[in-house]
């Protein structure tokens, strides 16, 4: 039998996050919930989780100090942020610290699980794919581990990073399309987001500023296109 995925909960109003893990449970999912940042993080360290949903704003610890603590320890788990306030500068900032996906208050519980599973199923799909190195000019990107290699250096990625500059690699010298790349991340593609990803192509950037070949470039009103070297090495077996 396929084991539940168990979901870390952090929101303080009290009736909302008992509505929330009761139709998690009802979905079939495993959830705890936990009323503020400070008992999030104690449960988190004790609990082995699959994905977090918190909220941003809650006594104690806020959602945003929460996810920096628990991408210490795990740098992978998906995390969505729950927020009251559609402010840009709160969803940036969540992007920033490396979330999976922020959900604006009031939303639809469907809304909730339907994102949740797209993140799982994204998750699940990069453990399949069968492309897990690149090498892009003097770099190594393995995306299993979502770290970048050179040669005197290894940088550990977002899970955010990772996907985009995977999507990137498999599109070299070719364009990435940014609605396909939104959507393929993201999941939507409103306005958001696409500032989000902005903040992560700056990232990838400075990531691999010190191979002068390589470049990630602009294509005015459709995408991105990696610019490197070609290399025609083989993978060993």
């Known amino acids: 039998m ?4 168990k979901i870390l909960l952090c929101e303080d109003d009290e009736n909302l996050g008992m509505l929330l893990r009761e139709f998690l449970q009802a979905k079939g999912f495993n959830a705890d919930l936990c009323s503020d940042g400070d008992k999030g993080y104690k449960e ?7 994905l977090c949903v918190l909220d941003v704003m809650m006594p104690k610890k806020d959602g945003f100090t929460l996810a920096q603590e628990i991408r210490n320890v795990n740098s992978e788990i998906p995390i969505i942020f729950l927020t009251a306030k559609n402010l840009k500068e709160d969803i940036l900032e969540g992007f920033k610290l490396g979330a999976d996906d922020y959900i604006t208050k009031p939303f639809s519980m469907e809304e909730l699980v339907f994102r ?13 794919k ?11 990107f393995d ?34 399309e940014r609605n396909f ?13 696409a500032r989000s990803m902005d903040v992560y192509i700056t990232k990838l950037r400075k990531l691999l500023k010190n191979d ?26």
């Open 130 to 140: 069968e492309i897990t190195l690149y090498k892009i000019g003097k770099y190594n």
């Open 44 to 50: 988190f360290l004790k609990g082995k989780y699959d």
């Open 181 to 193: 790349a939104l959507k393929s991340i993201w999941i939507d593609d409103n306005y958001f987001n």
């Open 212 to 237: 002068p070949n390589i470049e990630i470039i602009n294509i005015h009103g459709k995408g991105y296109k990696l610019i490197a070297p070609e290399n025609k090495e083989e993978t060993p077996a």
């Open 2 to 5: 396929e084991e539940k995925v």
């Open 143 to 176: 995306t299993q581990k979502q770290v970048l290699i050179s040669k005197d250096k290894t940088q550990k990625l977002t899970t955010k990073e990772s996907e985009l500059l995977a999507l990137l690699c498999a599109h070299v010298n070719d364009i990435l």
């Open 116 to 128: 949740i599973g797209a993140i799982l199923r994204r998750v699940k799909g990069k453990k399949d």
